[in-house]
């Protein structure tokens, strides 16, 4: 019982502090293969550090909300790490508080006040950005929905921990035509939440283009550095959700001892380096779509999701 | 076997069907005339996979022959007759202006994917268990979703591919619920293909050469109330629509 | 051992083709090989006809020779010798190139043995291959004239007949799922088939035969899939639409037809039912459409959708019924539609455009082609004392023995409505009076073809080739032949179990 509250929040110092390691070494990939050197991969901590201690500057004529939204945005991946196996594979204290539905209206809480507070502070910029991700957002929501359902229905069940077993209990389970189809398509989810190319590009500095970072141009200081970290957090937090929930629970902790968590940090960490170096080889082959084409994409990412439930349904 | 390589071979099995239905959805959106070919290979490879595995699960070895036939066939012959058979252009173009648009296209496509499962369902009750696999209403599905990208496409290569995907959807079903029908599958394969293509392409070759486009859909001047050939090329959008239409 | 020299004649014809001779060298060629396909096929007929069996020697499995089966062989070489011998004038005419005609006898024979070879063989699979190839040696030479509209019309009728087959191969597998889920081991043979048909599952055979139906049906042109089919039929040179027409259909016609005692062997089945509805529509849409076709070749075209209907109602009524007069329509309309579409292709020789509009008093530019064209239109409708109005004679006589009033009405009245709406194109092209055809283009003189009507004489060969297509047109109207009359009853027979 002290021990899974206990895990529970090594999880949670796991997602803080490796979540800025994650964004800094997706970058230094993408510029080696660029063939550059790229910034340390570091660079991200620098970035926090120095942010932290900046002056902050608030517009005179913003509200509580555009104050507010860095520390829910900061919050929100916190509270989701606690529902979801990031080391372990048994249920921690916090397990049974929320399912992944719920976990996800949790993300889309810090997601909706990002928007409001773009909106707040009348910055052109930030309603441009701010409706686009409201699009993207609307369309991802079926795809969600769908892979919940889909869970729902192998799995009996939407709690992560319940569902990550099922894949693997027996082996052979890892290749029905759901599971691997889900996989895609959540996939696909993650690079358009994540503002991941095709959908967004995230190295982009033309306000015009911008679909994810045009909503905390107004920020500075320390409200940035929460904004930053907070979206660095919730990449990580969906990437745990995905590698260890929905593709497979292999290499989490499964003694009950704090060493065998704290030995599980290296695997997780190696699951989500070979994830991230997939992603920068996606990321450096494709080409950013144009903003109407993204329906498209989603479209195809709702497809494979709904293939992945007649495929299921089809199963004699 | 083992109860535990047997359910592998049935998962794996399942996935390569669930692969199977995604590129036939793949088939029926997709805008690049290359890509929708990639995706027709692909299609077979998976064909080629499910037929191996159920050779075997079933130990039903002339299904490796099946598989052989249909891997020398589609994917390397089929391409190669593409290429010597048709013109160029027919890879190049991008078709912009579907019969109807994308996404209305895909729903339709997952309606009539789930009909198939229930078109297949009395079907599967009817047989013995040990064809009761997820291939007959993936079949049934690449059947009507082949037929399906024949109604909406214009251009000759995905119309050419959509009517492909239709064998391979009745040949996936093929494979399992009528596995013991020796020769005669891999004659039908082996055959089928290459005259589908053989003879489309040609065709296409013969239009592009008279009529100056591989858009074979907007060929409609044969009517009950017309018989004057049309003045000027029928139904040609203009290329401002075009454009709009790529732009939307 | 006859059947597969009968199969191996045209094969080696088409590639006899191949040789660069003379001009004269292809067609001679080509009229030869189907004269002595004729002739082999009138023997294995007669056989047959007299009671033995004939397989090949090779292997009793893949290829079986019944009373149907040697029915419809002898209607294929017939029809390919009559449109071989049309050919030599026709195709002499439009001044081709060597290459283009050598072409033109290498998909004629080709597809002449791919429909030759769909009765013979046993097996349902091969059997459907066969029906592929039949297609791709039919669209090269639908689309022979490379004109926009033959193109469209070959595209067409390339994509809907390959949808169909399509269909219809998932239905011989489903077929095959189904005489193996009744506990036979046996071959996957149309005899077979029937001898395992009372254990199929209902649902398995359902499925199949209609799936077959529909894959197959588009081929032979039944109303909702028939789009193709005018366009095609018109667009194609005359003597190759006497194939497709004439023959094509009907041999596609004969696959379905096998699936019928399979049909009955099997408890409730709803066979017939599916027969006559299919049959009727595709009748009265046919007769309908009639009324208001601006093509003469289409008018043909759909005057095959509604013999086809015909054929498949009269099975519906009870094919242990109307089965003798189902063959007969099969024969007349076999030697009637090829007669017709060589009548239709001699009054394009002569006057050069397609469009009934444009043809007013015909009799007086080309007597000849008339009197073809309105002996053709008779005998297609059934004006007695034809072949046709035999057939179709016997056919409502065997509905009404049925007590299947409502179905034989409507055949009754559809083919009469057939009947008036090509008489009535007819008439006008051939006796009509130019005067309304000089009001209707008096602003665009260069537009009307009757200006340059110029009388052309009909290659002899055509003419040769009219009259032996008119003798059995003639004569089955009013003496069946014993040896025919013994193939038809055999036939029959097999379409019952």
């Known amino acids: 019982m002290f021990n899974h509250i206990l895990f529970n929040l090594i999880q949670v110092l796991v997602v803080m502090a490796f979540a800025p390691l994650a964004s800094g070494v997706t970058s230094r990939l993408k510029e080696m293969i660029q063939s550059k050197r790229g910034p340390s991969i570091f660079q991200p901590y620098r970035d926090l550090w120095k942010l932290f201690h900046k002056d902050e500057i608030v517009s005179e004529d913003s509200s509580w909300i555009f104050r507010f939204t860095p520390y829910i945005v900061f919050v929100t991946p916190i509270f989701v790490t606690l529902l979801i196996p990031v080391l372990t594979n048994y249920p921690l204290f916090f397990a049974f508080m929320g399912d992944m539905i719920g976990g996800g209206f949790i993300l889309a809480l810090g997601g909706f006040f990002a928007t409001l507070a773009a909106i707040d502070t009348a910055n052109p910029y930030g309603p441009v950005g701010a409706s686009r991700t409201r699009m993207v957002g609307f369309l991802a929501e079926p795809v969600f929905m769908i892979v919940f359902f889909t869970v729902s229905f192998v799995a009996g069940s939407t709690i992560p921990y319940i569902v990550q077993e099922k894949w693997v209990t027996p082996p052979a389970n890892f290749f029905l035509p759901s599971h691997v189809l889900l996989v895609l398509a959540f996939l696909m989810l993650i690079l358009a939440e994540g503002g991941r190319i095709p959908v967004d590009n995230p190295g982009g500095h033309f306000e015009l283009a911008m679909i994810d970072e045009s909503k905390s141009l107004e920020y500075s200081g320390r409200g940035f550095a929460l904004m930053k970290w907070g979206g660095q957090m919730k990449f990580f937090v969906l990437l745990c959700i995905f590698l260890n929930v929905l593709v497979t629970p292999w290499g989490l902790a499964g003694g009950q001892t704090l060493g065998a ?56 | 076997m083992s109860d535990t390589t047997n359910q592998l071979l049935n998962n794996l099995n399942s996935l390569v069907t669930g692969l199977f239905l995604l590129t036939a959805f793949g088939i029926v959106a ?50 190669w007759l593409l290429r010597k058979t048709s013109p160029s252009e027919v890879y190049t173009r991008r078709e912009v202006d579907q019969v109807l648009n994308i996404p209305t296209a895909l729903l339709i496509a997952l309606a009539l994917a789930i009909l198939a499962y229930f078109l297949g369902l009395p079907l599967l009750n009817a047989v013995a268990p040990e064809f009761r696999g997820p291939n007959v209403p993936i079949g ?43 020769m005669l599958i891999e004659l039908a394969i082996a055959t089928d293909g290459l005259i589908i293509v053989f003879i489309m392409s040609v065709l296409t070759r013969a239009v592009q050469k008279q009529v100056g486009t591989t858009a074979v859909g907007e060929l409609a001047s044969l009517k009950e109330t017309t018989v004057e050939p049309a003045d000027k090329p029928a139904n040609h959008r203009n290329d401002d629509e075009r454009i709009f239409n790529n732009a939307r | 051992m006859s059947i597969l020299i009968i199969l191996l004649l045209p094969l080696i014809a088409a590639v006899l083709v191949c040789l660069p001779l003379k001009k004269a060298w292809a ?21 047959v006809s007299a009671g033995n069996s004939v397989t090949a020697d090779l292997s009793a499995n893949w290829i079986a020779v019944d009373g149907l089966s040697a029915l419809i062989l002898v209607l294929i070489a017939f029809v390919a010798t009559t449109a071989a011998i049309y050919s030599v004038g026709y195709m002499a005419h439009g001044n081709l190139k060597l290459g283009k005609l050598r072409l033109y006898y290498i998909n004629y024979n080709l597809f002449v043995f791919s429909m030759l070879a769909i009765p013979v063989l046993a097996e349902p699979t091969l059997v459907w291959i066969v029906v592929e190839l039949t297609t791709l040696a039919s669209a090269l030479l639908v689309s022979f004239e490379n004109t926009r509209e033959a193109l469209e019309a070959a595209w067409k009728y390339v994509v809907l007949s390959l949808m169909g087959a399509g269909m219809a191969l998932f239905g011989f597998l489903v077929l095959f799922a189904a005489m193996q889920a009744s506990g036979s081991t046996a071959a996957y043979t149309w005899s077979h088939l029937i001898d395992a048909a009372p254990l199929m599952p209902p649902v398995l055979l359902q499925t199949a035969f209609l799936l077959i139906l529909i894959g197959l049906g588009t081929k032979v042109g039944l109303v909702p899939m028939h789009t193709w089919l005018p366009d095609a039929h018109s667009q194609a040179p005359s003597p190759v639409c006497a194939l497709l027409s004439g023959i094509e259909t009907t041999s596609i016609l004969y696959v379905i037809l096998r699936l019928f005692p399979v049909m009955q062997a099997a408890p409730n089945s709803h066979a017939e039912t599916w027969a006559i509805v299919l049959g009727l529509i595709s009748v009265g849409t046919a007769a309908f459409l009639l009324l208001q076709v601006k093509d003469y070749k289409r008018l043909f075209a759909f005057s ?25 329509q099969i024969v007349s309309h076999c030697v009637t539609k090829s ?32 009197a073809a064209l309105v002996f053709g239109g008779l005998a297609i409708t059934g004006a007695p004392p034809l072949a046709v109005f035999l057939s179709e004679f016997s056919i409502l006589k065997a509905g009404l023995t049925q007590k299947e009033y409502l179905a034989t009405g409507l055949l009754a009245v559809f083919i009469v409505v057939a009947f008036f709406g090509i008489m009535l194109h007819v008439n006008r092209m051939v006796f009509g009076a130019k005067e309304i055809e000089a009001d209707e283009h008096a602003n665009s003189e260069t537009a009307s073809p009757l200006h340059r009507f110029t009388a052309s004489p009909l290659p002899v060969s055509c003419k040769l080739a009219l009259v032996v297509a008119a003798v059995p047109v003639l004569v089955f109207g009013f003496y069946i032949p014993q040896p025919l009359n013994e193939l038809l009853t055999q036939a029959a027979a097999a379409l019952t179990k």
């Open chain 2, 140 to 182: 049934i599905a690449g059947l009507l979703l082949g037929a399906f990208t024949i109604t909406v496409r214009r251009e000759a290569l995905p119309l050419l591919i959509g009517l492909l995907v239709m064998e391979n959807g009745a040949f996936l079903a093929g494979i399992d619920i009528a596995r013991n029908l020796k």
């Open chain 3, 339 to 370: 007669f017709c579409f060589f009548a239709a292709g001699a009054v394009l020789l002569s006057v050069e455009t397609r469009q009934i509009s444009s043809i007013r008093g015909l009799i007086r530019q080309s007597p000849i082609a008339s």
């Open chain 3, 27 to 47: 067609p001679g060629v080509t009229v030869v090989s189907s004269l002595a396909t004729l002739i082999l096929s009138a023997r294995v007929a007669w056989l």
């Open chain 3, 304 to 328: 095959t959708v509604e013999h086809m209907g015909i054929i498949l109602t009269a099975l519906g009524l009870g094919a242990s019924v109307a089965g003798y007069g189902a063959m007969q």
């Open chain 2, 30 to 79: 997709m805008r690049q005339a290359r890509g929708v070919l990639f995706l027709f290979i692909v299609q077979s490879l998976l064909l080629a996979a499910s037929a191996v595995l159920l050779g075997l699960r079933y130990t039903s070895h002339h299904l490796y022959g099946v598989a052989v036939v249909n891997l020398i066939s589609k994917p390397i012959i089929v391409p």
């Open chain 1, 261 to 316: 968590v704290l030995w599980a940090i290296p695997f997780v960490l190696f699951k989500i380096f070979c994830f991230l170096l997939a992603l920068v080889v996606i990321e450096s082959s494709l080409s950013k779509l144009r903003l109407f084409r993204i329906a498209e994409f989603l479209g195809a990412a709702f497809i494979t999701s709904v293939a992945a439930m007649i495929a299921q349904v089809f199963l004699p």
